[in-house]
Nanobody, 124 residues
Framework: QVQLVESGGGTVQAGGSLRLSCAAS????????MAWFRQAPGKDREFVTV????????RYAGFAEGRFTTSRDNDKNMLYLQMNNLTPEDAAVYFC?????????????????WGQGTQVTVVS
């Protein structure tokens, strides 16, 4: 089973950009559908984006469409989330998640591998 560790969070001004990374170890990431979720204080963990095992398919939540881009490098066992034009509403802890297999899911309950999260703060 892979272990996941996120990095790249921080504080950015509104309109700025951040690139999050998720490093996998202990297994081959190419066998996993990968996703990003986020959780703001007092709110449920929500879906951001999902990417298929070979990057052929990506899906985004409405708020992420056109601003966020997910990608992966299976050779490096890495997952990425490029976030542009950030707003204070994007502030949250961002988690990468994995599920072994081919099916794409958009809810947290289908993912069983999680990182510890990385904090994103957006100041106006």
């Amino acid at each position: 089973q892979v272990q996941l560790v996120e990095s790249g969070g921080g504080t950015v001004q509104a309109g700025g950009s951040l690139r999050l990374s998720c490093a996998a170890s202990g297994g081959d990431l190419s066998g996993y559908v990968m996703a990003w979720f986020r959780q703001a204080p007092g709110k449920d963990r929500e879906f951001v984006t999902v990417i298929s095992r070979q990057s052929g398919t990506t899906r985004y939540a409405g708020f992420a469409e056109g601003r966020f881009t997910t990608s992966r490098d299976n050779d490096k066992n890495m997952l990425y989330l490029q976030m542009n034009n950030l707003t204070p509403e994007d502030a949250a802890v961002y988690f990468c998640a994995g599920r072994f297999g081919e099916a794409l899911y958009y809810d947290r309950y289908h993912f069983n591998r999680w990182g510890q999260g990385t904090q994103v703060t957006v100041v106006s």
